[in-house]
């Protein structure tokens, strides 16, 4: 009779450890892999359930606007940023033609938009920063232009160019804006450099934080953008904040 055949092992995965030969079957690895999966999602759910049930850190005080704006909305009217008191306000510059981070910034204010617009407590103002080529028509073509209607929560003002840039740095505390030299200009309407975060006001008129909606690092500006619509909506539930 031949030789009898060798015995084959069962199928698995082969390693050394300490010197002597081990085998994992297959079952085994399918359970190891069950058991980090559920692991990775405990401390998912986990991180979670504190972000939800342990104490929030209180929103900074960062300013109190004591002064005010007096501008021209984009369909004719004059209006003070003041009667804007007692609403959870925010606010960004704006320039039409801005060839940098404008339209970011406009994107997340549409999405506070449609998420907190139809709360009588809620309201948004684009500032420009260029009122002399801002007219109330081009502000009017622009909001229009990005789905935004007449009797939207959301004011797109011009004025004094000098008392706006006051506004935004004095009172806001955003950057100053400047000229932007003629030789590092991006195009010929590239004429103003600005503070391109976005402003949240509580009821009382004080600024509670800035957001880069625009960030060279994408994940960087994910996280501002889901911060700011997580903070409007705290103010928003919590006037007493």
Not at 12 to 37: D, K, P
Not at 38 to 62: D, E
Not at 80 to 100: E, F, I, N
Not at 202 to 213: C, T
Request: hydrophobic fraction near 40%.
């Amino acid at each position: 009779m031949p030789d009898s055949l060798p015995e084959v092992p069962p199928p698995g995965i082969r390693y050394n450890s300490a010197g002597a030969e081990q085998r994992l079957s297959a079952g085994t690895w399918l359970r190891m892999g069950l058991g980090i999966g559920m692991a990775i999602a405990g401390v998912i759910l986990f991180g979670r359930y504190a972000s939800n049930a342990l104490p929030q850190a209180p929103l900074p005080v960062i300013a109190q606007i004591h002064g005010d704006l007096e501008a021209t909305e984009r369909a004719g009217q004059p209006v003070k940023l003041s009667a804007l008191r007692g609403k959870v306000t925010v606010m960004a510059c704006l320039y039409t033609v801005c060839p940098h981070g404008c339209a970011a910034v406009v994107a997340q204010m549409q999405k506070l938009n449609t998420d907190f617009g139809s709360r009588p407590d809620f309201h948004q103002v684009s500032l420009s920063v260029a009122p002399e080529r801002d007219t109330t028509g081009f502000l009017r073509a622009y909001a229009e232009g990005v789905g935004v209607k007449r009797d939207d929560p959301w004011w797109f003002v011009s004025g004094d160019r000098q008392q706006t840039w006051d506004y935004m740095t004095h009172e806001l505390q955003m950057q100053a804006p400047a000229v932007i030299p003629e030789e590092k200009r991006v195009n010929p309407l590239d004429l103003y450099e600005h503070d391109l975060r976005i402003v949240l006001i509580d009821r009382s008129g004080r600024v509670r934080g800035f957001y880069a909606a625009f960030h060279p690092q994408p994940e960087i500006a994910e996280v501002m953008t889901a911060k700011l619509h997580k903070d409007v909506r705290r103010l928003l539930d919590n006037p007493n904040l």
